[in-house]
Structures are given as structure tokens and as C-alpha cells.
């Protein structure tokens, strides 16, 4: 069997980490690899034997292990790399040179094949073209780029590797969750190259933008029905997040995209910065954003799924009034409010909002958690299931009374995510 790995081509080609699964995105990684192989001579074309080391996307040749100079060295930048199983023999081939190296063994060679292959295909520039900047954060920054090979757009997410343990564990489960994600109402993801210096995520394009900014511009047409489409859509991405015991932990208007500007909305969730899996004996680190953040989370308890409810609640109380539901200037004030957890319904602001509206809200607003619906029972709940009627069906029909045009100051510029953030009971 023959392995062959190369620079250059469309995105989603040969994976650098086999999964036989086609849903599953392409992870891409960069390689720090030492150790001893035979290289072919160029005279005798007798095996001498050598010791290499693979540096990111430099291969050099030594002496020996205690050779402080390389007698050698390539870049795989624009390498070709074949292999003969049989022979247990890789070729490298590069514009400078070419070497032929034999593995001892077959675990030696499973090891310098594979990562030679995969140096190969880890610089995006050979599967994307970069494009403008669509977005910027603590994170990092997202692009446009176009696919080289079918020429789709497609954003990429680009993070600054750290060697802060805390920071790159985050990344490390970032990458883990989002690779294998694959809904309707979640953001895909293509591609991932992992290197040294930077980790580029390769995602699905969504040219409509975060769901509040879209409402704001859609304040004089949006209505209750117009929310409850988009909450459904909200809960259909958590029930598959749920389902495959994964929490998001920060869900918020700019993580909620729409597909196009225009109702009703097509809603993908992203960000999966903060998401890790269910164990609420684990889960007690203080994350998210404040606002948006379930009682359990800022009183540092543990917590699971019920988090995710929570915060659907509060972009469901905010996009039926235009106000988040315990806003205020004073983080302390904001900390009491949330963590006593009185949820109340101004007539200015909900006059024209319907009962079981109020009451979805309320459900998933418990200060409890357990007294929170599941997704599952949240996506039974009446006012989601049952056609409104009567004088309900005028009211959710109707624009909403509130200001929707104030939602855009509700996103990241004002409530920004946090790890140990400074905020009441963080520490």
C-alpha cells in the first residue's frame, strides 16, 4: 500500500488524522519528531544510517545524536512524500533535494511516514485563500477565505497558540468538539490546521451575522411568531449539543448566527470555546459570559445542561423585550439579582407578549436547575408547540412593543465572556 502526502490542492483533502468518518472535520498537526532512519546515499547507494529531526516544517540531518551541527536540512513547505510500505522506505522529494529514508522497523516507520505526510498538508495557504477580516476577539480573529479547490467561501477562526496549560486546554477542547459536530443548527467545520505558532479553524460561512444585530434591523417587522421560530432553531443545535453530552456553557446573541438577514431566520449556533462535556462534578469553573450566565455558574456549583436552558431564557426574555432581564450598571447589584433570581415582566416592555411566552421564559429561568426543562421539554413547551389563538395569535402576530433596535448594544462589546472574571463570586 502506498501513502502520499503533498502541498498544495483543495480543502478537505487527504486527512492528517484518519477518522472514517467523512463528517468529521480534518485535523491537521504540526510535528516535533527525533529519532534514527537510514538514508539512501547518492554514490554508493548504500544505507548509511542517520539521526533526523522533524522541527514543525524543517526535516534536518545529523551525524549522530550528539552532532551539535545538521549536515543537512529541507523545508517541507512544498514537499512531496511517498512511501513503500513494503520497503518500509519514505521519499521525500523538494525543489532543493531528494532523500530516500528507510525506517528500522515498522512502528519507526508508522511514526516518520505519518508525520512527514502530515507536515506536508498543514499550511492552510495550500487550501485556502485568505480573505478580509469579518471579525475580532480575545480569541483571536476570523477571515473570509475561499476554498482553493471548489471555491466556496468559508470563514476561518484564527487563535494564537499559548503555553499558558489553562489556555491551550481550552483550545485542545474546542478543536475536540467542534470537528465532530454536524447539525443543521450548528456551525460546520472543514478543516483544522494545528501549528506551532497558530491554531486556523476552517468553518462554515454565514454572510446573515449574530442574531441580535440582525433583529435590531428587523425591529419593525419582527414579531413573537418571528421568536419562536428562532428559539425552536436555538434548541434544535442544544438537543443535538445534549444528546452527545456536551454543554455549550456560553450561549449568547453573537454565537447565534443567522443564515441571511431576512424572516424567518435560519439560526447556527458556534463558539465552542467554553463547551466540554457533562460531568457536573467537574464543570465548577466560573465561564461564560455574566449576563447570560446560570445562577449555579456564578456561585461557582457545579452545573451541567441546565446552564444551556438558562442562558436560551435569557436571549428569549431579551428578544421579546429588548432588555436583558437583570440589567444593570453595578456588577454586585447584577450578581444579586441573577443569583436571588426574580424574574419579572415590565408591562411597558411585555404588554403584547403572550402568556405562554412568559411562561417558556420563566420555566427556563428557575433559579433551581433542576426545576429547569430539559431541551427536550423545553421544545414541548406550549408556546413553541401550540399555534397562538385568539387574542394571543394578534399579539404574536403583531411587532413587538419594545425598542429592538437597542439589542445590538446587548452583545460582546458590552457583556463580554470571561474565565475568573471580575465579577462577585469568581475567585
Known sequence: ????????????????????????????????????????????????????????TTLSCYRDRNASEHSWQISLRKAKVTTDDAQLQINVVTAPRSVVLFAENAQDFKKWSNALIETTLNNIDDFYEMGELIGKGSYGEVREAVDLKTREKRAVKIMDRTTDPKELEFLRREVNVMRTLMHPNIIRTFDIFDTNKKLYVVMEYVQGGDLF?????????????????????????????????????????ENILCVSREIPFRIKLTDFGFANYDDVDQMQTFIGTPFYMAPEILTSKGHGMPVDIYAVGIVTYAMLSGRLPFETDDKANAYNKITEGRVTFPDADWRNVSLPAKDFVTECLQWDPTKRPTVQQALQHAWLTKPLSGDAEA??????????????????????????ADWPGSS
Open 213 to 253: 444585530e440582525v433583529i435590531s434591523e428587523q425591529a419593525n417587522t419582527f414579531s413573537e411568531a418571528s421568536a419562536v421560530g428562532v428559539v425552536r432553531e436555538i434548541l434544535e443545535g442544544v438537543k443535538y449539543l445534549h444528546e452527545r453530552q456536551i454543554v455549550h456553557r456560553d450561549i449568547k446573541p
Open 395 to 420: 399579539k404574536g402576530m403583531k411587532r413587538l412593543d419594545s425598542d429592538l433596535t437597542k439589542l445590538a448594544a446587548l452583545t460582546s462589546s458590552k457583556h463580554t465572556s470571561a474565565r475568573g
Open 1 to 56: 500500500m502506498a501513502m502520499e502526502g503533498g502541498g498544495g490542492g483543495g480543502g478537505g483533502g487527504a486527512a492528517a488524522e484518519a477518522s472514517g468518518d467523512a463528517n468529521v472535520a480534518t485535523y491537521r498537526q504540526y510535528h516535533n519528531l527525533s529519532g534514527y532512519l537510514r538514508k539512501r546515499t547518492r554514490i554508493l547507494k548504500s544505507k548509511k544510517k542517520c539521526f533526523f529531526r522533524l522541527n514543525v
